[in-house]
């Protein structure tokens, strides 16, 4: 039946990278919906501030401030208690300086992917390595990636960002068809340019400039997203009414390049 509401109260959600950008508004809805949150960040002053915030509205959370790219605090906090039901791996590297910090991959070295691959892809690989058990003893569990237009489409000026996150949604389909079983869903939700911290220079400062509107010519609906505009989607699939929606990249980008 439809109901306004989706409630997730006894539902535990942990959401990487929650302390700044989609992940906070990942981290105010899940909270909004009654789950209690478990917000990481690497950035340990970040994920308590958006705690605060979602006490201060009445919710349920807790700081789990942890590196995803490190595997051993990964296990520690994700099993340390109670199993987690819902994992959103948010938590990404677009490159240091954002759209600034963009190349040609032939002019990139080894070293310049490290950092890529460590937190798009290990940091996916760990956190949902570390849950998957958990949710396989329940019975029950939802894992949600953000990935990226960038791999689904090619992005030219960010190649292996783009493979990183094609990498991650590979390893979503892999799950689901293995964990389908236990009553586990996997999805990716693939982001065309988003208006967050990370690129707020671009949108703040520029946005009447070539770069910006360049950018924008390639989307049906002419303006960046923002965290609201895939919150619902995540705690629908997050909830009971996603249970036959599993292996799927659900693109929540304005229509870019609808023709791919
Ligand atoms: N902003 C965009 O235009 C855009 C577009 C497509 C996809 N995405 C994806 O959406 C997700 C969120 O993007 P955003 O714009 O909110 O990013 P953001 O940089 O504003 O926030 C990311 C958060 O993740 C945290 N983080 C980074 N590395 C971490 C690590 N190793 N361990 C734990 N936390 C870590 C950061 O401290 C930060 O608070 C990312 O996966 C990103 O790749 C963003």
């Given at each position: 039946?439809?109901?306004?509401?989706?409630?997730?109260?006894?539902r535990r959600v942990v959401i990487t990278?929650?302390?700044?950008?989609?992940?906070?508004?990942?981290?105010?809805?899940f909270?909004?919906?009654?789950a209690e949150v478990l917000v990481n960040?690497?950035?340990?002053?970040?994920?308590?501030?958006?705690?605060?915030?979602?006490?201060?509205?009445?919710?349920?959370?807790v700081?789990v401030?942890?590196?995803?790219?490190?595997?051993?605090?990964v296990t520690?906090a994700l099993t340390a208690s109670e199993p987690v039901d819902i994992l959103i791996n948010?938590?990404?590297?677009?490159?240091?300086?954002?759209?600034?910090?963009?190349?040609?991959?032939?002019?990139?070295?080894?070293?310049?992917?490290?950092?890529?691959?460590?937190?798009?892809?290990?940091?996916?690989?760990?956190c949902t390595r570390a849950v998957l058990p958990g949710m396989v003893f329940n019975?029950w569990g939802r894992i949600l990636?953000?990935?990226?237009?960038?791999?689904?489409?090619?992005?030219?000026?960010?190649?292996?960002?783009?493979?990183?996150?094609?990498?991650?949604?590979?390893?979503?389909?892999?799950?689901?068809?293995?964990?389908?079983?236990?009553?586990i869903?996997?999805?990716?939700?693939?982001?065309?340019?988003?208006?967050?911290?990370?690129?707020?220079?671009?949108?703040?400062?520029?946005?009447?400039?070539?770069?910006?509107?360049?950018?924008?010519?390639?989307?049906?609906?002419?303006?960046?997203?923002?965290?609201?505009?895939?919150?619902?989607?995540?705690?629908?699939?997050a909830?009971?009414?996603?249970?036959?929606?599993?292996?799927?990249?659900?693109?929540?980008?304005?229509?870019?390049?609808?023709?791919?």
């Amino acid at each position: 039946m439809l109901s306004a509401e989706i409630d997730l109260s006894g539902r535990r959600v942990v959401i990487t990278g929650g302390g700044q950008g989609v992940g906070r508004g990942l981290a105010l809805a899940f909270g909004a919906a009654g789950a209690e949150v478990l917000v990481n960040d690497l950035r340990a002053e970040r994920s308590r501030a958006v705690v605060d915030e979602i006490s201060a509205r009445g919710g349920a959370a807790v700081s789990v401030p942890f590196d995803v790219t490190d595997y051993g605090s990964v296990t520690e906090a994700l099993t340390a208690s109670e199993p987690v039901d819902i994992l959103i791996n948010n938590a990404g590297n677009a490159g240091a300086e954002g759209f600034a910090g963009r190349g040609r991959f032939a002019e990139t070295e080894p070293a310049d992917w490290e950092s890529f691959l460590r937190v798009n892809l290990y940091g996916v690989l760990h956190c949902t390595r570390a849950v998957l058990p958990g949710m396989v003893f329940n019975e029950w569990g939802r894992i949600l990636t953000i990935v990226s237009d960038a791999g689904r489409t090619g992005d030219p000026g960010g190649a292996v960002y783009g493979a990183s996150k094609a990498g991650a949604a590979g390893l979503t389909r892999s799950v689901a068809l293995e964990n389908g079983r236990f009553g586990i869903t996997a999805n990716n939700i693939s982001l065309g340019t988003m208006r967050t911290p990370l690129t707020e220079p671009l949108w703040a400062e520029q946005a009447d400039s070539p770069q910006a509107k360049a950018i924008l010519a390639n989307y049906a609906i002419r303006r960046p997203g923002v965290p609201d505009d895939l919150t619902y989607l995540a705690v629908m699939l997050a909830s009971d009414h996603g249970s036959w929606i599993t292996g799927q990249t659900i693109c929540v980008n304005g229509g870019y390049s609808l023709t791919l």
